[in-house]
């Protein structure tokens, strides 16, 4: 597989991480909170709607979806899926990093586990 596709497949992977992160910072704000809290469709509409970190998660999917695209257009999907898994792993690493979330032992090794399921399959 060509580099540059290597490329771009961890470019979509890493945005798809940094959406899952801007998405849960986005939820966790006292407006969205308080919205969901209250069940009124409407203003957890308005609270999702206005709120940054939810909007640049949607923007960094559109994107990487943009991204993944180029990528099928490049290599066979086969070839080209088991690289999402890497995602696991560079969300676990932000969620610990970013949001102080936990990374147990258990929880890595089942990550890397899933890496390595990647790097196996990659090399067929």
């Known amino acids: 597989m060509p580099i540059a596709v290597v490329g771009l497949i961890l470019l979509s992977v890493t945005l798809s991480a940094i959406?899952?992160?801007?998405l849960k910072i986005g939820m966790s704000s006292?407006?969205?909170?308080?919205a969901l809290a209250r069940g009124e469709a409407g203003r957890i509409a308005l609270s999702v709607a206005a709120t940054p970190h939810i909007l640049t998660g949607l923007a960094c999917y559109g994107l990487g979806m943009v991204v993944w695209l180029a990528v099928l257009a490049k290599v066979?999907?086969?070839?080209?899926?088991p690289f999402v898994g890497l995602g696991f792993l560079v969300t676990l690493?932000?969620?610990?990093?970013?949001?102080?979330e936990t990374m147990s032992l258990t929880r890595l090794i089942g990550t890397l586990l899933v890496v390595l399921g990647v790097v196996l399959t990659a090399q067929s």
């Open 76 to 81: 066979d999907v086969t070839m080209a899926y």
């Open 30 to 34: 006292p407006a969205v909170s308080t």
């Open 19 to 22: 959406a899952q992160i801007s």
């Open 93 to 100: 690493a932000l969620g610990a990093l970013l949001l102080g």
